[in-house]
């Protein structure tokens, strides 16, 4: 019980009447012990009923819930609406240009004009941003000189734009291609061009006739370009 005695005062008297006596520690030990132990016993009870109480919610919350101040409505994604946008409808016209080039011998008559011809398959971007126009001509090649007419002479100018190549990229998938007609051939076909959306005016067919150096003569011939309105 040594351990248990305070430190000791200049006033003998006064520290030995604090002192506590044998039968009074002897009493107050059992009287502290029940009630610590019971406060730790409260204690551990409280947490136990704490998380089970905790558990509890947690396995009954639903999964996926929105955040507080949300609604469902919130976190939805919207789902997207197909396009409605009605492609131009195709146009076949009848026409009878011809282009006359006298000096070869040559006869190009355009028989059809197409507008708006609907793109294969798998060329979105390109289809929103060209117009397919089709020009169908009947090419008689003069047998005056060895001088041939090839699909690549020909242009097609909508309004004031630059003048536009035919394409071959689509190969027989929108008609018979026009080929080439050789000294006194004859040949029908069909010219594709992809103008521009943005284009607007008249339609002009134009022959690009190359120069030529006539080797029995030694002549030249000019390059000159035919143009016709089309449509």
């Keep these: 019980m040594k ?5 000791t005062t200049t006033d003998s008297s006064t520290s030995q009447s604090m002192l506590p006596t044998a039968s009074s520690r002897k009493s107050a030990v059992p009287a502290r012990s029940p009630l610590r ?3 730790v016993t409260g204690v551990v009870l409280s947490l136990a009923a704490l ?3 905790s558990s509890g ?3 009954t919350s639903p999964t996926g819930s929105a955040a507080p101040g949300t609604s469902p409505a919130d976190t939805s994604v919207p789902t997207s609406t197909a396009s409605t946008t009605t492609p131009p409808t195709r146009v076949d016209k009848t026409v009878k240009v011809q282009i006359k080039v006298d000096t070869l011998g040559h006869v190009i008559t355009a028989t059809k004009l197409s507008r708006n011809i609907p793109w294969p398959a798998g060329n979105p971007v390109a289809a929103a941003s060209y117009e397919i126009v089709g020009v169908q ?10 001088a041939d007419v090839q699909p690549s002479m020909f242009t097609l100018t909508p309004g004031a734009a630059a003048p536009i190549k035919p394409t071959t990229e689509f190969g027989k998938t929108l008609g018979a291609p026009l080929e080439t007609a050789k000294r006194g051939e004859k040949k029908t076909g069909w010219l594709f061009f992809k103008v ?3 284009s607007s005016g008249a339609l002009q067919l134009t022959f ?7 080797k029995t003569t030694g002549a ?3 390059a000159v370009a035919f143009t016709k309105p089309i449509g």
């Design 57 to 59: 919610a947690s396995d």
């Design 220 to 222: 030249s011939i000019p």
């Design 51 to 53: 998380g089970a109480c």
């Design 3 to 7: 351990n248990l005695t305070p430190p």
């Design 37 to 39: 132990r019971l406060a």
């Design 137 to 146: 001509l009947t090419v008689d090649a003069g047998d005056r000189y060895s």
């Design 208 to 214: 690009n006739r190359p120069a030529y150096s006539v």
């Design 196 to 198: 521009d959306r943005g």
